[in-house]
T-cell receptor, first 112, second 109 residues
C-alpha cells in the first residue's frame, strides 16, 4: 500500500541507549517531517527535510539527529535516550504543504 | 508567540450535529487544516481552508474567518465511528504547521 511506513511500531529503551527510527514514503513527496505527540499537547516538530540531503531543526530538536540521504527515507536518531523522550513519534510527508500531510502509523517509544 | 486553541473535550449524541471551534494566533497564515485521529492511530487529513467561507465535504464541513482568526469543523449526522480527536493546524509564514492540542469528541448512543 502506498503511504508512509514507520518502523518499529513499539520500542522500549533503557536510559542512555541509542536507536534509530525509520521512515519511508513511496509517494515521491519532497518534504518529510518528524513529530512527537505527548498527552495534552499538540504535535511538536522535531526536524524536517524540505528535500533530499537537507534537514532543518524544528521546535524540539535537542537530543535528536536526522538524516535524509535518499528522497524516500527520513531517519530519526536518539543518541542517548532519556525518560523525557518517552512519546509517540510520527513521521509525515507532503508533496506541497497545501496538499496535506500523510502520516505514518507512529512509533511508541518508552525510555526507562 | 504562536497559539492554537481548541476545546479539550466535547460530548455529543449519535445522529446529532457538533461544532468544534479553533482560534489561532500565528506569524502569518497560509491555510488551516483539520485532521482526525482515532485513539492509537495516525492523524488523517479532513480539510484545508485558505479562503474565508465554508467548505463542505459530505457530513463534514469546515469554516474559516481569517479576520477573526477562527475556524470550526461541523460534523453532521454523527456516527459512533466519529469518536476521535480532531486536530486543528495552521500553516504559518514559513509554511510550517502549528498544531492545536486536539479536541476529543465522545459520541454517546
Amino acid at each position: 500500500n502506498a503511504g508512509v511506513t514507520q518502523t518499529p511500531k513499539f520500542q522500549v529503551l533503557k536510559t542512555g541507549q541509542s536507536m534509530t527510527l525509520q521512515c519511508a514514503q513511496d509517494m515521491n513527496h519532497n518534504s518529510m517531517y518528524w513529530y512527537r505527540q505527548d498527552p495534552g499537547m499538540g504535535l511538536r516538530l522535531i526536524y524536517y527535510s524540505a528535500s533530499e540531503g537537507t534537514t532543518d531543526k524544528g521546535e524540539v530538536p535537542d537530543g535528536y539527529n536526522v538524516s535524509r540521504l535518499k528522497k524516500q527515507n527520513f531517519l530519526l536518531g536518539l543518541e542517548s535516550a532519556a525518560p523525557s523522550q518517552t512519546s509517540v513519534y510520527f513521521c509525515a510527508s507532503t508533496l506541497t504543504g497545501e496538499s496535506g500531510y500523510t502520516f505514518g502509523s507512529g512509533t511508541r517509544l518508552t525510555v526507562v | 508567540g504562536q497559539n492554537i486553541d481548541q476545546p479539550t473535550e466535547m460530548t455529543a449524541t449519535e445522529g446529532a450535529i457538533v461544532q468544534i471551534n479553533c482560534t489561532y494566533q500565528t506569524s502569518g497564515f497560509n491555510g488551516l487544516f483539520w485532521y482526525q485521529q482515532h485513539a492509537g492511530e495516525a492523524p488523517t487529513f479532513l480539510s484545508y481552508n485558505v479562503l474565508d467561507g465554508l467548505e463542505e465535504k459530505g457530513r463534514f464541513s469546515s469554516f474559516l474567518s481569517r479576520s477573526k482568526g477562527y475556524s470550526y469543523l461541523l460534523l453532521k449526522e454523527l456516527q459512533m465511528k466519529d469518536s476521535a480527536s480532531y486536530l486543528c493546524a495552521v500553516m504559518d509564514s514559513n509554511y510550517q504547521l502549528i498544531w492545536g492540542a486536539g479536541t476529543k469528541l465522545i459520541i454517546k448512543p
